[in-house]
């Protein structure tokens, strides 16, 4: 099967599974830049459901960029505790703030270009907003779904190198398709399939979605 067959079965599959076993987060249902942004920092090392119950007590103090940039760094330490690495943590929610705040219109950014200048925000951090709040068909590649590229592909790299690859970065954007709704569902299946069944140590194959098709499959 030659690759481009194989990523639009994988999507195809990956929407089926998504529809009945996809993840609900707080993010998800709330696709403003700001939430989208917080999250993501947030979600950095540390695990999906620990952010999604933290969340929204977190946003009710800060709701916007401007209330964040006026925040003292002492107070959000303080609050970020329950997550761990607060203090880096706090600095990065600080100046990601106070540069957007201070910004022309104040507003998160809707290019790729403008996003990857504010601090702390990286490849998949900007992808991630592209697609999720701005709709655009782009895919969103972390640790996670670099190792779910390279199995169902049968590809080998090393961990460090996966997630900047070219190589996976095209595959997974042929995966993710050209059609927004869907990318973000696309998307969101893959963090959970890497989050869920296909995990580092022990791929679960049985209960995974794209068995069929994975060239690691140990089914
Ligand atoms: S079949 Fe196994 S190795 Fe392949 S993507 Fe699914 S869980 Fe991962």
Redesign the pocket.
């Known amino acids: 099967m030659e690759s481009h067959q194989r990523a639009t079965l994988v999507r195809r599959l990956l929407l089926k599974w998504f529809r009945s076993s996809g993840r609900s987060f707080y993010w998800r249902e709330n696709r403003d830049p700001y939430v989208v942004l917080v999250s993501e920092l947030l979600l950095k090392k540390t695990a999906a459901p620990v952010v999604d119950r933290f969340l929204p007590a977190f946003l009710k103090r800060f709701p916007d960029f401007a209330s964040l940039s006026r925040a003292r760094h002492a107070t959000l330490v303080r609050i970020l505790q329950p997550l761990g690495l607060s203090d880096q943590r706090a600095g990065q929610l600080r100046a990601l703030a106070q540069a957007i705040s201070g910004s022309k219109d104040g507003c998160v950014p809707a290019t790729r270009q403008d996003l990857l200048a504010l601090p702390g925000v990286g490849e998949y951090t900007a992808n991630s907003l592209l697609c999720v709040s701005f709709g655009q068909a782009v895919p969103v590649v972390d640790t996670n779904v670099a190792r ?1 590229v390279m ?2 592909f049968g590809i080998g790299h090393s961990r460090c190198e996966a997630r900047r690859s070219p190589e996976i970065w095209g595959l997974a954007a042929d995966i993710t398709g050209n059609v927004p709704t869907r990318a973000v569902e696309v998307n969101w299946a893959l963090l959970d ?1 890497g989050a869920n ?2 995990t580092a140590r022990t ?3 049985r209960d ?1 979605p ?2 069929s098709i ?1 060239r ?4």
Do not use: E
């Open positions: 779910i199995r169902a399939l069944v296909c791929p679960r194959c995974c794209v068995s994975c690691s499959s140990n089914t």
